[in-house]
C-alpha cells in the first residue's frame, strides 16, 4: 500500500493538481455550477407539473395551468446551451483578468450569429431561432464558442485594441464603448465562420461540434457503464486524498447534456435517449464517493467506542450525502481495509440498478424534476421516478452495507482490541 500511495502522489496528484487549475478546466466547472439555480430552482414547479394523478393532470390542462407550468422549463433547462455560454465566457473572462460582461456578450451574440436563423413553415422560410440550437444539442457547441471567443477578446484587449476614451467621459460609457474594436474584429471573424460552414455538408457550426465531437463523446460518455467506471474513479482518487471535484469537472458536460436531452425527449413525449444512465445514476455514489452511507450504517452496529461514537456523527450527514467526516474521520482515506469497499461499492450499486431498471421500476422516470444533491437518494428516487425506484435505492444501499460489513467488522475488533489494551496498561 505504501509503494501505492507514493506512485499517486508523485506520478498522478500532480497533474491532477495541474488539471484542476487549469483555466480552461476552472471556467467550465464555474459556468456549469451556475446554472444549477435555473435547474433547482424550477424542480417545484416540474414536480407540480408532471405529478403522476390523473385527477390533478386533467384539472391543469382544463385550466391551461399546465401550459403555464411547462413556460417554466422550457425557458429554463429548454434553453441551456444560452445559459451555459454566458456563464462559461463570463468566469473564463474574469479568471483571465478581463472584463466578464463583454465577453458574455460578445460570446453570446457570437452563438447567435453562427446559429441557424431560417425555420420552413409550409416550405415558407421563417425567420426564427429554434429550440434544437438552444438546448441540449447546442451544448457543446456553447462551450466551444463561449472559450474561443473569450480567448480572442482577452488577447485582443491585453494587445490594448480598445477606444481611447477622455477623462471627462464617464467611466460607464467609456467602459462599454472601449471594446467596440474588438468586436468588430470578432463578429467579422464570426460572420466568415458562418460562411464557411454553410458551403460544407452540415450547414453550420453546431452540427459539426455535434457529429463529429459531440456525438462520439456522448456515445461513450453517456453510457451506463461509462458512469460506472467514472465514478470508481472518483472512489479511488478520493481513496488517496483527491478531490473528485476534478473528474466531476470534466464530466460535467456529459451529465449536463445527457440531462438536458432528456428533458427535452420528455417534454415532447419521445424516449428518453439516455434512461439507462441517468436511471443508473440513482444507484451509485450512495452517501456520497464509495457508497459511504452502507459504512455509516456498519457502524451503527460497532462494539468499539470509536465506531460507535463515529456511527452516530456520521449517520445524518451520510443520509443527505455528506461523507467528508467517514473520509476524513474513521479516515477512510488512505486505510487500506476500506480500499476494496470504497472502489467496489460503485459497481455492487450498479448491478441492483441494473436490475431494477430490467424489472421497469424506472418507467415513469421525470428527468424535468432536478432535486439537490443533498436530497436523500431514497426520497429522490420517489418523488423523481416513484415508490418501486425507491424501494430499489434502498435494495442497492443495503447490497453496498453487506459489502463494507466485513471490512468494518475487521477494523471494528482491531479499534475494540486497542481500546481494552489501553485500559489494561492504564
Not at 435517449?273 to 444507484?283: K, R
Not at 424501494?391 to 453496498?400: E, I
Given at each position: 500500500m505504501s509503494n501505492i500511495m507514493e506512485t499517486m502522489e508523485?506520478?498522478?496528484m500532480p497533474p491532477m493538481t495541474k488539471l484542476n487549475n487549469n483555466k480552461v478546466i476552472k471556467a467550465l466547472t464555474m459556468g456549469m455550477m451556475a446554472t444549477m439555480p435555473l435547474t433547482l430552482g424550477t424542480c417545484l414547479v416540474a414536480i407540480a407539473a408532471n405529478f403522476p394523478m390523473k385527477a390533478?393532470?386533467?384539472l391543469l390542462a382544463k385550466t391551461g395551468i399546465g401550459v403555464q407550468m411547462n413556460a417554466v422549463i422550457n425557458g429554463t433547462t429548454q434553453l441551456m446551451a444560452l445559459y451555459i455560454v454566458i456563464a462559461i465566457a463570463f468566469n473564463y473572462a474574469k479568471i483571465k483578468g478581463h472584463d466578464g460582461m463583454t465577453a458574455a456578450m460578445l460570446s453570446l451574440g457570437s452563438f447567435i450569429v453562427l446559429m441557424p436563423q431560417q425555420v420552413m413553415v409550409d416550405k415558407t422560410p421563417i425567420l426564427a431561432l429554434t429550440k434544437d440550437y438552444l438546448g441540449s444539442t447546442a451544448i457543446f457547441g456553447g462551450m466551444v464558442i463561449a472559450l474561443l471567443v473569450t480567448a480572442l477578446y482577452c488577447q485582443l484587449d491585453k494587445k490594448g485594441i480598445v477606444i481611447k476614451m477622455p477623462d471627462s467621459v464617464p467611466e460607464m460609457v467609456s467602459k462599454s464603448l472601449s471594446p467596440t474594436f474588438i468586436a468588430m474584429i470578432i463578429f467579422l471573424i464570426v460572420l466568415i465562420v458562418r460562411i464557411g460552414f454553410a458551403a460544407t455538408p452540415y450547414g453550420n457550426i453546431f452540427d459539426f461540434i455535434t457529429k463529429t465531437v459531440g456525438l462520439p463523446i456522448m456515445k461513450f460518455g453517456a453510457s451506463p457503464w461509462s458512469v460506472v467506471v467514472v465514478f470508481m474513479i472518483i472512489n479511488f482518487l478520493w481513496f488517496f486524498g483527491i478531490h473528485p471535484n476534478t473528474i466531476l469537472s470534466v464530466y460535467m458536460p456529459v451529465l449536463i447534456t445527457a440531462g438536458t436531452a432528456n428533458i427535452t425527449a420528455f417534454q415532447s413525449g419521445k424516449p428518453l435517449?439516455?434512461?439507462?444512465?441517468?436511471?443508473?445514476?440513482?444507484?451509485i455514489g450512495l452517501g456520497?464517493?464509495?457508497s459511504t452511507l452502507g459504512l455509516a450504517i456498519c457502524m451503527l452496529t460497532g462494539r468499539s467506542e470509536r465506531y460507535k461514537t463515529m456511527g452516530k456523527l456520521s449517520i445524518?450527514?451520510?443520509i443527505f450525502n455528506i461523507n467528508e467526516p467517514l473520509i476524513f474521520g474513521v479516515p477512510i482515506m488512505f486505510n487500506p481495509v476500506y480500499f476494496i469497499p470504497m472502489i467496489l461499492s460503485t459497481p455492487v450499486g450498479a448491478a441492483v440498478g441494473l436490475v431494477f431498471i430490467k424489472l421497469g421500476a424506472h418507467a415513469k422516470m421525470n428527468p424535468t424534476i432536478q432535486l439537490p444533491w443533498t436530497m436523500p437518494q431514497p426520497v429522490a428516487a420517489a418523488?423523481?421516478?416513484g415508490l418501486f425506484a425507491a424501494?430499489?435505492?434502498?435494495?442497492?444501499?443495503?447490497?453496498?452495507t453487506l459489502l463494507y460489513f466485513p471490512f468494518f467488522k475487521y477494523a471494528d475488533r482491531q479499534a475494540l482490541k486497542e481500546e481494552q489494551e489501553e485500559v489494561v496498561a492504564v
Open positions: 508523485k506520478k498522478v390533478w393532470s386533467d435517449p439516455y434512461f439507462a444512465f441517468s436511471a443508473l445514476a440513482a444507484y456520497g464517493a464509495g445524518v450527514p451520510s418523488i423523481s421516478t424501494l430499489g435505492v434502498c435494495c442497492a444501499v443495503a447490497a453496498v
